[in-house]
């Protein structure tokens, strides 16, 4: 069952379901399946760095050792900063009521790469007046954490004129561009040019 986060505009809350929306989604999928001359399916194995040892599919995993060599379980790890001294955890977005105050315009919406899209729906079950910003085109910008950690993503929800909105969980993008005004400008030396035409290339 989808997960829900819950909401806060102006002086109303509401629950929205996220379904997330995948290339496998969009597009369908094909699965490869690779057999042998007897037509058997194959397994997958790793070779292990002997050369001679093949690991079967699900016989490696990840794992986290002290300093001291000793295993660490995944819950007794805590985040330090440079000094050692211990984080504290934000909250997952889940468990909280997320407020929209923030908002932005298009083109600071276009300079963050999305690496996550969800369908929230045709907004039945949301504040009727934020589905009409929304449709009119105004975005909201808030933070995201699936699970409580250090830092969140920025997050954002738009629509269209259908009344279907979106939330897309993204990262700034780290791109320069060039224009005219930057392009280098050349300038040739005629004398120069010319001692360059009486070159003698049967010499190299």
């Given at each position: 069952?989808?997960?829900?986060?819950?909401?806060?505009?102006g002086?109303?809350e509401?629950?929205?379901?996220?379904?997330?929306?995948?290339?496998?989604?969009?597009?369908g999928?094909v699965?490869?399946?690779?057999?042998?001359?007897?037509?058997?399916r194959?397994?997958l194995?790793?070779?292990?760095?002997?050369?001679?040892?093949?690991?079967?599919?699900?016989?490696?995993?990840?794992?986290y050792?002290?300093?001291?060599?000793?295993?660490?379980?995944?819950?007794?790890?805590?985040?330090?900063?440079?000094?050692?001294?211990?984080?504290?955890?934000?909250p997952?977005?889940?468990?909280?009521t997320?407020?929209?105050?923030?908002?932005?315009?298009?083109?600071?919406?276009?300079?963050?790469?999305?690496?996550?899209?969800?369908?929230?729906?045709?907004?039945?079950d949301?504040?009727?007046?934020?589905?009409k910003?929304?449709?009119?085109g105004?975005i909201?910008?808030?933070?995201?954490?699936?699970?409580?950690g250090?830092?969140?993503d920025?997050?954002?929800?738009l629509g269209?004129?259908?009344?279907?909105?979106?939330?897309?969980?993204g990262?700034?993008?780290?791109?320069?561009?060039?224009?005219?005004?930057?392009?280098a400008?050349?300038?040739?030396?005629?004398?120069?040019d010319?001692?360059?035409g009486?070159?003698?290339?049967?010499?190299?």
């Amino acid at each position: 069952m989808p997960r829900a986060l819950k909401f806060k505009y102006g002086g109303s809350e509401f629950e929205c379901e996220l379904n997330k929306i995948d290339r496998r989604k969009l597009y369908g999928s094909v699965d490869v399946e690779t057999r042998d001359i007897d037509g058997n399916r194959c397994g997958l194995a790793t070779l292990a760095n002997d050369g001679k040892t093949l690991i079967p599919y699900g016989g490696t995993a990840l794992g986290y050792i002290s300093s001291d060599g000793e295993w660490v379980e995944r819950g007794e790890l805590k985040p330090v900063n440079l000094s050692g001294e211990e984080l504290p955890l934000l909250p997952s977005s889940f468990d909280i009521t997320i407020e929209l105050e923030q908002t932005v315009t298009l083109e600071e919406f276009l300079n963050y790469s999305s690496r996550l899209v969800y369908l929230i729906g045709a907004g039945e079950d949301m504040d009727p007046a934020i589905v009409k910003e929304i449709a009119d085109g105004k975005i909201f910008r808030f933070d995201f954490l699936y699970r409580e950690g250090i830092s969140a993503d920025p997050a954002f929800l738009l629509g269209s004129k259908d009344g279907m909105i979106w939330m897309m969980v993204g990262k700034p993008s780290s791109i320069d561009y060039v224009g005219l005004d930057q392009a280098a400008v050349c300038f040739v030396d005629q004398e120069e040019d010319e001692e360059v035409g009486d070159f003698d290339f049967e010499m190299l």
